[in-house]
């Protein structure tokens, strides 16, 4: 039986000192013993989607109590993509995951505490936690925050429509809209608290923590402000106390996140993400998260899931659903109940809720037949429609559910959007080690493409050449030097993908880059592309001009070069300074060079290359 790790600080004499400070932080003499509980919450001011998490952590940590454990809850950074985008301060937003891993780590380590619930959100921190879980293995429970109501605006014009963080990016540049819309748009599109509306980086990824099984049901779906959120906090804190029991009291390592998370769980955590179009930053974390649990998963695991999984749903930026219709169509366990039915899951599976994928989708698919009264009376809970910061601050229901798998916002296999499921890996001379595609955001008509590069050197010139009208039809737009070395950190080119949208180029060309993409764009956007340049990768060897070639039905990319020439370049680009961008003054500070030292590339999750360790 393991002892409980907490035995260190709470016994024996010689522990005195720790427990008299235990005291001091409200520690009653009977409590010595019990659980404690690492309470990590990321409640942050700066960012909507951890705006409202100061009252869970107190409400989790009352469960925790309640339930017979010791709650001590601490606070990680969070850093809102969507306000640090198209400037220096996209920079720090991948290294931040990073840094949330350690800090979780630091906490639970230095007070030997021996569970662990994650009160994560946004884009860095669902990922940071989940690294850190894997990396400590001791019992875990993931509850997010919830994401936002999707936005309503009525235009100058008298036009209802909804919308989302996106719009106004890329509204903002359309010429053709007004000064008076824009302002409507801005006001309207980020209506209450929560992660931003659209299957973005931050839902995608609450999303697969229910589909890995260290998140309960709706966790990844039930919006921010609705009172049926409180249920679901309390019922993380009780769950991470009967886990914590399980494991130390009876010695069953089932429940510990290794055990959960296993690559059977993330083939499906990645089954599910390619049938709902996730945001493609998804392969770089999970790549991360699978090598803090030492599994053999990686992009290669991820292309032939790929293969097989059909596109089942179409959310913002991919389609015109939000996360409330997903919850409304039954959450995540609907789409996992598609594709149980489809034959696409492996089974051999369990969570922290339920002992088995069967057990699991017998109590929460909605469509599965049997589905629990509770189960049912959560999916129909519904957006308030009122500008809201707040938790449970609305309580609407939605009078039906949608379960409807031929036309409706979750489709069975049968009735699938496309085969070809919603990310693809793409290999070729481009991208030697990979690069990734959202399929679900890119229109059919140009699943293969061929264009003229027009190359530049950041993101700043990017935008800068297409607010200047120098892309045009048929461009290849080929955004280098902002890979997780070169940038350093891996930039978001949600400014770019939405200019280009804003400008009516999002069908008429691509953009190829060595950074990543925020879940919110859409279009030919292919990122990833690994090797990086400024670890050498082809990409770095791409002139104006030349022809690019991409196949997503047949997942190649190639830089219509001769291998001949490509040499020269190499030898000519080595030989004058190396990898490095041209021109560019770009302030980097020690904190970020000191990421950049240490960085892998985009196939291997970007995640420190700990053989440097020694
Ligand atoms: C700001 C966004 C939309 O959240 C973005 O950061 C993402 O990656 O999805
Ligand atoms: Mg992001």
């Keep these: 039986m393991p002892e409980l790790r907490s035995r260190t600080v709470t016994h024996g004499r010689n522990m005195a000192g720790a427990r008299a400070l235990l005291r001091a932080a409200g520690v009653a003499r009977e409590d010595f013993g019990k659980p404690i509980i690492a309470v990590a919450n990321s409640f942050t001011e700066f960012v909507p989607g951890h705006t409202h998490l100061q009252p869970v952590g107190r409400i989790v940590s009352e469960a925790i109590k309640q339930a017979g454990g ?58 940071g936690m989940l690294m850190a879980a894997l990396r400590l293995n001791i019992p875990t ?29 890329s509204q903002a540049v359309n010429e053709n809209v007004s000064d008076e819309d824009i302002a409507i748009i801005e006001e309207n599109a980020c209506p209450t608290c929560g992660s931003c509306s659209g299957m973005f980086t ?28 409180r249920a679901l906090y309390e019922q993380a804190g009780r769950t991470v106390v009967e886990i914590a029991n399980r494991h130390y009291g009876q010695d069953d390592h089932s429940v510990l996140p290794r055990s959960i998370a296993t690559r059977a769980a993330f083939e499906n955590a990645m089954a599910l993400d390619i049938a709902m179009g996730g945001s493609t930053n998804t ?32 959310v913002a930026p991919n389609g015109s659903y939000y996360m409330e219709d997903v919850h409304r169509a039954g959450g995540i366990p609907a789409i996992l109940g598609e594709l149980y039915r489809g034959g696409l899951l492996n089974e051999d599976v369990h969570t922290v809720h339920a002992d088995s994928l069967a057990e699991w989708l017998k109590t929460w698919d909605v469509r599965g037949g049997s589905p629990s009264a509770e189960a049912v009376e959560l999916w129909h809970a519904a957006p308030g429609c009122v500008r809201s910061a707040e938790a449970f601050s609305q309580s609407e229901r939605w009078e039906t559910l949608d379960t409807d798998a031929a036309k409706g916002c979750i489709r069975s296999v049968e009735h699938a959007y496309s085969v070809e499921g919603g990310l693809a890996v793409l290999y070729g001379n481009l991208a030697e080690d990979g690069c990734i595609v959202k399929t679900a955001g890119v229109d059919e008509s140009i699943w293969t493409f061929s264009g003229p590069a027009v190359v530049v050197e950041s993101q700043e010139d990017a935008v800068e050449a ?5 892309i045009k039809e048929g461009d290849v737009v080929v955004i280098r030097y902002e890979g997780p070395k070169g940038g350093p950190g891996m930039q978001e080119m949600l400014y770019p993908t939405s200019f280009l949208k804003g400008r009516g180029l999002g069908k008429a060309c691509a953009l190829v880059t060595d950074g990543r993409f925020s879940g919110g764009t859409s279009g030919l956007s292919i990122g990833h592309a690994s090797p990086e340049a400024a670890s050498g990768g082809t990409i770095a060897l791409v002139e104006d001009g ?26 000519a680009l080595e030989a004058g300074g190396g990898y490095r961008p041209k021109n560019r003054d770009r302030q980097v500070s020690q904190a970020l060079r000191a990421y950049a030292a240490m960085a892998t590339s985009a196939d291997k999750g970007a995640v420190r290359d700990i053989s440097r360790l020694g």
Excluded at 94 to 119: K, Q, T
């Design 283 to 314: 392969i770089l974390h999970l790549l991360a998260a699978a090598q803090e649990a030492e599994l053999d998963f990686d992009m290669r695991a991820i292309d032939a899931v790929s293969r097989r999984v059909p596109c089942l749903s179409k």
């Design 466 to 470: 297409i607010l200047a009208k120098r």
């Design 202 to 229: 931050a839902n995608s990824m609450n999303c697969l923590t229910e589909a890995i099984g260290l998140s309960l049901p709706g966790n990844g779906s039930v919006l921010a402000t609705h009172t049926a959120r």
């Design 546 to 571: 030349d022809t690019i070639a991409i196949d997503i039905p047949g997942r190649r990319i190639s830089l219509e070069v001769p291998a001949e020439v490509l040499d020269e370049r190499r030898r």
């Design 141 to 169: 429970v993931f509850v997010s925050g919830g994401p936002m109501e999707a936005g309503k605006a009525t235009l100058v014009d008298g036009t209802v429509r909804k919308l989302d963080l996106v719009d106004a990016i």
């Design 70 to 127: 010791i709650p001590r809850e601490f606070n990680t950074i969070a850093v809102d993509d969507g306000i640090a985008m198209g400037h220096g301060g996209m920079l720090y937003s991948l290294p931040s995951r990073d840094l949330i891993a350690d800090s979780v780590e630091y906490m639970v380590n230095a007070h030997c505490a021996d569970a662990l619930i994650c009160i994560s959100n946004c884009d860095k921190i669902t990922p």
